[in-house]
């Protein structure tokens, strides 16, 4: 069965803690995005993908790290100098690279993170 | 900066009627205008997209509306059943490759 998978659904984070969410893809998919979703405000992306070993920041990058050294994996880091990160994080992937002709966007069924 | 606008930010409509939700943009070298759907809890699905090569596209009763123009786009439901109860949300990108810049999202309601 294949698609996005993140963990954990929930994740609870207390004050200066670093939290890891998880984000695997088993769609052979080359570019992975992360974007955060605030009632009334969209989804925003935070850093991408577009292939192993690398990867660039988005909108809203500060307070967040990630890293890419699996195809398949996409693992994002909130940082205690994310000074408010309570919010739905949704993990996505697209099969191709820049220029490619597949655009659809696949996303994981997101994690809900919240402040202690 | 938000590079895509869309409104209404929530809209209900009966059973059997049209849905009809707005987007505009800036950035004229976007080609690329998706739509997603998201119910609650679970990440977005595409729903239908759209290149401005062309004005108008359907699939079944989900239709784009494009007028490059007036860098505008919109989303009409027509039928609308109460399925169809989720967040909407447009979306834009230049080159297929780079990432997408969405709207805030527009909460759908449809009452029997």
């Known amino acids: 069965d294949g698609g996005i998978t993140q963990s954990p659904k929930y994740l609870f984070r207390k004050e200066g803690q670093n939290v890891t969410l998880s984000c695997e893809q088993n769609?052979?998919?080359?570019?992975m995005y992360w974007y955060r979703q605030d009632p009334g405000q969209g989804l925003r992306l935070i850093y991408y993908s577009q292939i192993v070993n690398d990867f660039q920041k988005g909108d809203i990058a500060e307070g967040y790290s990630v890293s890419r050294e699996k195809k398949e994996s996409f693992p994002l880091t909130v940082t205690s100098a994310q000074k408010n990160p309570t919010a739905f994080y949704l993990c996505?992937?697209?099969?191709?690279?820049?220029?490619?002709?597949?655009?659809?966007?696949?996303f994981g069924s997101g994690t809900q993170l919240s402040v202690l | 900066q938000q590079q895509v606008k869309q409104s209404p930010q929530s809209l209900i409509v009966q059973k059997g009627g049209i849905s009809i939700i707005n987007c505009a943009y800036e950035?004229?070298?976007?080609?690329?205008f998706p739509w997603y759907q998201q119910f609650p809890g679970k990440g977005p699905a595409l729903l239908i997209a759209i290149r401005p090569d062309v004005s108008e596209k359907k699939e079944g009763r989900f239709t784009i509306s494009f007028n490059k123009s007036a860098k505008q786009f919109s989303l009409h439901i027509m039928d609308s059943q109460p399925g169809d109860s989720a967040t909407y949300f447009c979306a834009a990108s230049r080159n297929s490759g780079y990432a997408l810049n969405f709207g805030k999202g527009t909460s759908l309601l449809v009452t029997p």
């Open positions: 769609l052979n998919h080359d570019a």
């Open positions: 950035n004229t070298a976007f080609d690329y």
């Open positions: 996505a992937s697209r099969r191709g690279v820049q220029g490619a002709t597949n655009e659809k966007l696949f």
